[in-house]
């Protein structure tokens, strides 16, 4: 009797923990990127690709994952406090002390965007001496890329859109460009040209650095608990070629 008793306390005491964790898969779990504006400061749609890669996750977990979009560097402030999961953060020392993170879900390059007329050559670093590089605001970047910059060359992180910084661009007030993107050169030049006619770009064919996109988990806020059901699904969604496809249904789409 004393037995059975204890079995059913036991199972009692496990299920309100069982129930929460549930609760917790239900709740809105927010995933912050960063938001794109126009030149005006209105913001833009998401873009497709973080869309299709987060829509992917949220089946494959069960997890209710929404998009929520905010300047970079707000964004970062609020994932630290604990307010939400951080799409797309490069780890670095600093950002280890405050977050864990996920499994890769795909890889990006960082490519240099010029304009035709006056085509930046990146070969090897020394190509990038003296020059000013455009980045987005609060950027972080590969090792070899942070441990130059500043140094070899200079970095511009003012212009908010991605207009502004290739009219910085045209007006020859920064070298180049550098762009976070999952596409390959051509594919990346072909989009940037269709979206932006104000001038003709090209794009380096060799990559300033490669990253793994990841997602930044918190330690503080509760969402450390998350970290395994998130990293069990980005490896079945990997293993099945799901999010590869995901990447590739938007890869050749101009946006236009």
């Known amino acids: 009797m004393f037995r059975h008793a204890f079995v059913a306390c036991a199972l009692a005491a496990l299920l309100p923990a069982a129930a929460a964790y549930a609760a917790d898969k239900d709740d809105e779990i927010p995933v912050l990127i960063a938001e794109t504006v126009d030149p005006r400061g209105n913001m833009l749609p998401t873009p497709p690709v973080i869309?299709?890669?987060?829509?992917?996750?949220?089946?494959?977990?069960?997890?209710?994952?929404?998009?929520?979009?905010?300047?970079?560097?707000?964004?970062?402030?609020?994932?630290?406090?604990?307010?939400?999961?951080?799409?797309?953060?490069?780890?670095?020392?600093?950002?280890?002390?405050?977050?864990?993170?996920?499994?890769?879900?795909?890889?990006?390059?960082?490519?240099?965007?010029?304009?035709?007329?006056?085509?930046?050559?990146?070969?090897?670093?020394?190509?990038?001496?003296?020059?000013?590089?455009?980045?987005?605001?609060?950027?972080?970047?590969?090792?070899?890329?942070?441990?130059?910059?500043?140094?070899?060359?200079?970095?511009?992180?003012?212009?908010?859109?991605?207009?502004?910084?290739?009219?910085?661009?045209?007006?020859?007030?920064?070298?180049?460009?550098?762009?976070?993107?999952?596409?390959?050169?051509?594919?990346l030049g072909a989009s940037l040209n269709c979206r932006f006619p104000s001038d003709r770009w090209t794009v380096a064919s060799k990559s300033v650095g490669f990253e793994p996109l990841l997602i930044a988990v918190p330690k503080s806020g509760g969402y450390t608990k998350l970290l395994p059901v998130l990293n069990q699904a980005i490896t079945r969604i990997s293993k099945s070629g799901s999010i590869q496809k995901a990447i590739d249904s938007v890869a050749n789409v101009s946006g236009c």
């Open 51 to 187: 869309t299709a890669v987060i829509s992917q996750l949220a089946a494959e977990s069960g997890l209710h994952l929404v998009i929520q979009a905010y300047p970079w560097r707000r964004a970062q402030l609020m994932a630290e406090n604990g307010e939400g999961l951080l799409y797309g953060a490069a780890i670095t020392p600093e950002r280890l002390g405050v977050f864990r993170f996920t499994k890769p879900l795909y890889a990006a390059n960082q490519w240099l965007v010029s304009s035709a007329q006056t085509p930046l050559i990146f070969r090897r670093w020394s190509d990038l001496r003296g020059k000013v590089i455009s980045i987005g605001s609060g950027g972080k970047y590969g090792p070899e890329f942070e441990a130059r910059r500043g140094k070899l060359f200079k970095v511009e992180e003012n212009a908010a859109s991605m207009e502004s910084r290739l009219k910085m661009l045209s007006a020859h007030h920064v070298d180049g460009v550098l762009v976070d993107s999952f596409r390959n050169p051509v594919q």
